[in-house]
Nanobody, 122 residues
Framework: VQLQASGGGLVQAGGSLRLSCAAS????????MGWFRQAPGKEREFVAA????????YYADSVKGRFTISRDNAKNTVYLQMNSLKPEDTAVYYC????????????????WGQGTQVTVSS
């Protein structure tokens, strides 16, 4: 599978954005999906993840209650709805896929998409 992330941009604090990650290939449901982010000078960090069928979701404490991950297996796409954005959410956001584990750590994941920049101004 190959991943293509989109939807980043510049938004004011308190605003919203929705990121999309479109997967190519016919095996999307074979992968659990995750979103990670990396700010300048910082390590890549977990944001949210979703299980293969979408029944289970996981969030970093810093985004819980503000971000929502979902997937549409018919469209081979995973989404990250980001509300109440804060300047500290500014980062490059990456989607990732793994067939064996739910992506809650960035290490050793099978597939990465390219990043999409999210900038939140104060």
């Amino acid at each position: 599978v190959q991943l293509q992330a989109s939807g980043g941009g510049l938004v004011q604090a308190g605003g919203s954005l929705r990121l999309s990650c479109a997967a190519s290939g016919r095996t999307f449901t074979s992968y659990a999906m995750g979103w990670f982010r990396q700010a300048p000078g910082k390590e890549r960090e977990f944001v949210a993840a979703i299980s293969w069928g979408g029944g289970n979701t996981y969030y970093a404490d810093s985004v819980k209650g503000r971000f929502t991950i979902s997937r549409d297996n018919a469209k081979n796409t995973v989404y990250l709805q980001m509300n109440s954005l804060k300047p500290e959410d500014t980062a490059v956001y990456y989607c990732a896929a793994d067939s064996k584990t739910i992506p809650r750590s960035y290490r050793n994941l099978e597939v990465w998409g390219q990043g999409t920049q999210v900038t939140v101004s104060s």
